[in-house]
């Protein structure tokens, strides 16, 4: 048998922490997590999270239900919830920041930006023709390049258009969709 090593370890947390999510309803007296945490939240099937320029740790929500919101913002140090910003009722991307705005892509084609240090929603735009992908699209984060926000739409079954859609940072405005010959097949980096 081989022996457990420092690197299988460090690949099992990422697992073992999104296993565990969902069971922030156990007391301390029933679960404790193997490794030190500072704090938890209480944040209903969370996407990845990103730090802020405000200091603040923002968190998309793959939640489908209207009461969670679609992006929240979390205090580093206490975990407490500073802001939660509604969208709608379909699962958000993980969030991409700027020095402004966060930015979360929904299932149901709708973009939106914060303000990341208040969660006062800045501006939605909309991507056509996603709502049909059944069961929907794989949703990764927005990318920030320059003033463009750039949104990657691929369908998880060949039932939507897979593209690349820009719009711009301050306003929202749509300034390019480039149609793309295959589905993404991973997160794309700016």
């Not at 979360?104 to 996603?130: C, L, M, Y």
Request: hydrophobic residues 40%; charged residues 15%; contains cysteine.
């Amino acid at each position: 048998m081989v022996p457990w090593t420092r690197r299988d370890t460090l690949t099992a947390l990422p697992t073992l922490a999104v296993g565990l999510s969902g069971c922030s309803g156990l007391s301390d007296e029933q679960y404790s997590l193997p490794v030190q945490t500072a704090w938890t939240a209480d944040l209903m099937q969370p996407a990845v999270g990103v730090h802020s320029p405000a200091d603040m740790i923002l968190v998309g929500s793959r939640s489908p239900f209207d009461s969670d919101p679609i992006v929240s913002g979390l205090d580093p140090v206490s975990g407490d919830t500073e802001w939660a910003a509604p969208g709608t009722s379909e699962p958000s991307s993980p969030v991409a920041v700027d020095a402004d705005h966060a930015y979360v892509f929904s299932k149901t084609g709708a973009v939106f930006a914060f303000d990341h240090r208040t969660g006062n929603r800045i501006w939605e735009a909309s991507i056509p023709r996603v709502t049909q992908a059944d069961p929907g699209v794989v949703q990764f984060a927005p990318l920030v390049v320059d003033d463009i926000v750039v949104i990657p739409v691929s369908g998880t079954e060949g039932d939507v258009v897979d593209r690349l859609v820009g719009f711009t940072r301050s306003d929202g405005a749509k300034t390019f969709s480039v149609e793309l010959p295959a589905s993404i097949s991973g997160a794309p980096a700016s």
